[in-house]
Protein backbone atom coordinates (compact mmCIF):
# COMPACT_ATOMS: atom_id res chain seq x y z
CA UNK A 1 0.00 0.00 0.00
CA UNK A 2 0.92 3.51 -0.74
CA UNK A 3 1.56 5.99 1.92
CA UNK A 4 1.64 9.56 2.04
CA UNK A 5 3.79 11.69 4.17
CA UNK A 6 4.26 9.02 6.52
CA UNK A 7 6.71 5.77 6.99
CA UNK A 8 4.03 3.58 7.99
CA UNK A 9 0.45 3.23 8.02
CA UNK A 10 -0.55 3.33 12.02
CA UNK A 11 -3.89 2.78 13.96
CA UNK A 12 -6.09 6.59 13.58
CA UNK A 13 -6.77 7.23 17.44
CA UNK A 14 -10.48 7.00 18.63
CA UNK A 15 -12.44 9.76 18.93
CA UNK A 16 -16.41 10.50 19.81
CA UNK A 17 -17.60 14.18 19.54
CA UNK A 18 -20.84 16.55 19.28
CA UNK A 19 -20.77 17.44 15.57
CA UNK A 20 -22.19 20.81 13.84
CA UNK A 21 -24.46 18.65 12.09
CA UNK A 22 -26.34 17.70 15.89
CA UNK A 23 -24.73 14.53 15.98
CA UNK A 24 -21.86 12.15 18.23
CA UNK A 25 -19.35 11.77 15.55
CA UNK A 26 -17.10 9.03 16.24
CA UNK A 27 -13.78 7.57 14.19
CA UNK A 28 -15.78 4.37 13.80
CA UNK A 29 -18.96 5.92 12.14
CA UNK A 30 -16.48 6.07 8.92
CA UNK A 31 -15.27 2.65 8.40
CA UNK A 32 -15.59 1.14 5.38
CA UNK A 33 -15.01 4.56 3.66
CA UNK A 34 -11.82 6.99 2.86
CA UNK A 35 -11.76 9.54 5.83
CA UNK A 36 -10.27 13.20 5.43
CA UNK A 37 -9.65 14.55 8.79
CA UNK A 38 -8.72 18.21 8.43
CA UNK A 39 -7.27 20.06 11.64
CA UNK A 40 -7.47 23.59 10.96
CA UNK A 41 -6.67 26.59 14.00
CA UNK A 42 -9.48 28.83 14.25
CA UNK A 43 -13.16 28.89 13.17
CA UNK A 44 -14.13 32.10 10.81
CA UNK A 45 -10.55 33.41 10.22
CA UNK A 46 -9.36 34.02 6.54
CA UNK A 47 -7.04 31.02 6.17
CA UNK A 48 -9.31 28.42 7.74
CA UNK A 49 -12.69 29.89 6.26
CA UNK A 50 -10.80 29.40 2.91
CA UNK A 51 -9.39 25.82 3.68
CA UNK A 52 -12.86 24.47 5.01
CA UNK A 53 -14.56 26.25 1.61
CA UNK A 54 -12.32 24.30 -1.06
CA UNK A 55 -13.43 21.30 0.97
CA UNK A 56 -17.00 22.29 0.71
CA UNK A 57 -16.72 22.71 -3.01
CA UNK A 58 -14.70 19.88 -3.52
CA UNK A 59 -16.75 17.30 -0.93
CA UNK A 60 -19.15 15.82 -3.92
CA UNK A 61 -15.47 14.67 -6.16
CA UNK A 62 -14.35 13.13 -2.67
CA UNK A 63 -17.55 11.26 -2.12
CA UNK A 64 -17.34 10.00 -5.36
CA UNK A 65 -13.59 8.54 -4.40
CA UNK A 66 -15.74 7.02 -1.48
CA UNK A 67 -13.96 9.84 0.86
CA UNK A 68 -15.87 11.88 3.64
CA UNK A 69 -14.86 14.74 5.61
CA UNK A 70 -14.54 16.03 8.86
CA UNK A 71 -13.33 19.11 9.68
CA UNK A 72 -11.69 20.10 13.66
CA UNK A 73 -10.43 22.81 15.49
CA UNK A 74 -10.47 23.79 19.12
CA UNK A 75 -13.12 26.33 18.76
CA UNK A 76 -16.38 25.41 20.51
CA UNK A 77 -19.66 23.67 19.69
CA UNK A 78 -21.80 26.25 19.59
CA UNK A 79 -18.70 28.28 17.21
CA UNK A 80 -18.41 25.04 14.99
CA UNK A 81 -22.26 25.00 14.60
CA UNK A 82 -22.43 28.81 13.48
CA UNK A 83 -19.20 28.79 11.44
CA UNK A 84 -20.89 25.31 9.49
CA UNK A 85 -24.36 26.89 9.12
CA UNK A 86 -22.73 30.56 7.75
CA UNK A 87 -20.69 28.79 5.05
CA UNK A 88 -23.21 26.06 4.12
CA UNK A 89 -20.61 22.88 5.33
CA UNK A 90 -22.21 19.70 4.26
CA UNK A 91 -19.68 17.76 6.32
CA UNK A 92 -19.54 17.71 10.15
CA UNK A 93 -17.30 19.69 12.16
CA UNK A 94 -16.37 19.44 15.37
CA UNK A 95 -15.47 21.77 18.22
CA UNK A 96 -12.47 20.37 20.81
CA UNK A 97 -12.10 23.02 22.95
CA UNK A 98 -10.10 21.09 25.53
CA UNK A 99 -7.67 19.63 22.97
CA UNK A 100 -7.93 16.12 23.50
CA UNK A 101 -8.68 15.03 19.61
CA UNK A 102 -5.80 17.37 18.93
CA UNK A 103 -3.27 16.05 21.09
CA UNK A 104 -4.21 12.59 20.15
CA UNK A 105 -3.33 13.12 16.42
CA UNK A 106 -0.28 15.29 18.11
CA UNK A 107 -1.43 18.72 15.89
CA UNK A 108 -2.08 20.88 19.49
CA UNK A 109 0.32 23.80 19.86
CA UNK A 110 1.46 23.36 23.73
CA UNK A 111 1.52 27.78 24.48
CA UNK A 112 -1.53 28.37 22.02
CA UNK A 113 -4.59 26.60 22.00
CA UNK A 114 -5.46 26.47 18.39
CA UNK A 115 -4.27 23.22 16.38
CA UNK A 116 -2.08 23.34 13.32
CA UNK A 117 -3.26 23.16 9.81
CA UNK A 118 -3.01 18.95 9.12
CA UNK A 119 -4.66 16.88 7.37
CA UNK A 120 -4.99 13.10 7.48
CA UNK A 121 -6.20 10.66 5.41
CA UNK A 122 -7.75 7.42 7.41
CA UNK A 123 -8.05 4.10 5.27
CA UNK A 124 -11.53 2.36 5.09
CA UNK A 125 -9.80 0.21 8.00
CA UNK A 126 -9.14 2.83 10.41
CA UNK A 127 -5.31 3.44 9.86
CA UNK A 128 -3.57 6.72 8.99
CA UNK A 129 -2.47 6.71 5.30
CA UNK A 130 -1.51 10.15 5.02
CA UNK A 131 -0.54 13.04 6.75
CA UNK A 132 0.00 16.47 5.14
CA UNK A 133 1.18 19.50 6.86
CA UNK A 134 1.07 23.01 4.94
CA UNK A 135 0.50 25.97 7.25
CA UNK A 136 0.66 28.62 4.71
CA UNK A 137 -0.49 26.61 1.11
CA UNK A 138 -3.75 26.01 2.34
CA UNK A 139 -4.55 24.40 -1.14
CA UNK A 140 -2.24 22.05 -1.04
CA UNK A 141 -4.10 19.90 1.67
CA UNK A 142 -7.23 19.34 -0.76
CA UNK A 143 -4.85 18.30 -4.08
CA UNK A 144 -2.98 16.39 -1.99
CA UNK A 145 -5.88 14.55 -0.58
CA UNK A 146 -7.10 14.13 -3.88
CA UNK A 147 -4.22 13.13 -5.23
CA UNK A 148 -3.92 10.13 -2.57
CA UNK A 149 -7.21 9.22 -2.71
CA UNK A 150 -6.74 8.93 -6.86
CA UNK A 151 -3.57 6.95 -6.39
CA UNK A 152 -5.11 4.61 -3.71
CA UNK A 153 -8.37 4.01 -5.79
CA UNK A 154 -5.79 3.36 -9.00
CA UNK A 155 -4.02 0.50 -7.13
CA UNK A 156 -7.55 -0.83 -5.46
CA UNK A 157 -8.82 -1.25 -9.71
CA UNK A 158 -8.30 -4.75 -11.22
CA UNK A 159 -5.56 -4.59 -13.51
CA UNK A 160 -7.01 -4.38 -16.95
CA UNK A 161 -7.58 -7.31 -18.94
CA UNK A 162 -5.63 -7.87 -22.09
CA UNK A 163 -8.24 -8.99 -25.08
CA UNK A 164 -7.56 -12.99 -26.15
CA UNK A 165 -6.20 -13.08 -29.72
CA UNK A 166 -8.02 -15.84 -31.26
CA UNK A 167 -5.28 -17.94 -33.16
CA UNK A 168 -6.78 -19.78 -36.35
Known amino acids: M ?3 GIPARYKAPSFSAQASTGQAVRLE ?3 GKYLVLYFYPKSFTPGCTHETILFRDHH ?13 S ?3 HVVQCEFAKRYEVQFPIIG ?10 AVDRRVWPVAKRVTFLIDPEGFVVGRFSH ?6 HLSDVL ?3 RKLQASRAPAPRSPRVRET
Not at 60 to 72: I, K, N, P, R, T
Not at 135 to 140: F, G, K, P, V
Open 29 to 31: DFR
Open 147 to 149: DAL
Open 96 to 105: DPEGEICRSY
Open 2 to 4: ELF
Open 74 to 76: RDT
Open 60 to 72: EQLHELSADVLGV
Open 135 to 140: ELRIAA
